[in-house]
């Protein structure tokens, strides 16, 4: 399902990174760990703001498209009852919930910055709405499991 497939991978982020700040992202550069994952994180909301691009991807305003697109094939009518379970990575989770919360594509790195992996979040759908039932859920992994991206 290529609507819930991650806006990049993290080499795609740290190469527009190094080209948007004008920096290396290398960890043999010199910089230190902190600074190139402040960098990195910069780069996520500069392109969430639509101020950025991440080569070889799809801008913020066609990805949050997709997220929309998903949700409303979701919704499709005539199909009450249905469960969905998806896979995916945070920032789709993020702006899926930025698209049913209403919330504008610049806060994703707000949710994506806190998602543990392999966490949970429910929504709940109906043909006519949809709502946020649970948001990173972790209590069913051990806590030496909980990882940040």
Known sequence: MSALD?????????ASAERHFGISMR???GSTHDSRLRHYSH?????AAGNGIIDGREGVDEFRSSIRDWLHDLREPGKPGRNT??????GTIAMVL????????????????VLY???VTEIVYTP???TLRTFNVSSHLP?????LV
């Open 6 to 14: 991650e806006f990049a991978d993290g080499e795609q982020i740290f």
């Open 27 to 29: 960890s043999d550069s």
């Open 43 to 47: 780069m996520i909301a500069a392109w």
């Open 85 to 90: 379970l998806a896979f995916t990575s945070a």
């Open 98 to 113: 930025c698209e049913i919360l209403g919330l504008k594509s610049d806060y994703l790195p707000n949710f994506a910055g």
């Open 117 to 119: 992996n392999a966490s």
């Open 128 to 130: 006519s709405r949809i």
């Open 143 to 147: 806590r030496d499991l909980l990882t």
